[in-house]
């Protein structure tokens, strides 16, 4: 989230290119979706404040060595209410990849 002005500015100066049909940078980063590898506490609260816990998911980057051995513990040190944390847990993975079976809701 905080990288998002910076593009602009970049666009702004035509060092970068970008389609600004859809808008600037800083609005089409809003239509992604985040995953929780490798964040701190604090990164995980900046993030859902910004976007919403509905774009924010689960992640542990295993297999890869450079991963989060304990992602709860990182989700848990997030400063957001029960109902987002439970958001990054499952359901926005649920509105994501509906398809998918993830257990009971």
Do not use: W
């Not at 542990?60 to 304990?70: G, H, K, L, M, T």
């Amino acid at each position: 989230p905080y990288q998002a002005a910076r593009l602009d500015g970049e666009v702004a100066t035509g060092r970068v290119t970008s389609s600004l049909e859809n808008g600037p940078p800083s609005a089409q980063v809003g239509r992604f979706y985040f995953d929780t590898t490798l964040m701190s506490g604090a990164a995980l609260s900046l993030l859902v404040t910004s976007y919403g816990a509905g774009h924010v998911v689960m992640g542990s980057d295993y297999p890869f060595f450079a991963r989060v051995i304990e992602p709860c513990a990182e989700l848990a040190a997030a400063s957001f209410n029960d109902e987002a944390k439970t958001a990054v847990l499952s359901e926005s993975a649920r509105q994501l990849f509906p398809r998918l079976k993830l257990g009971s809701a």
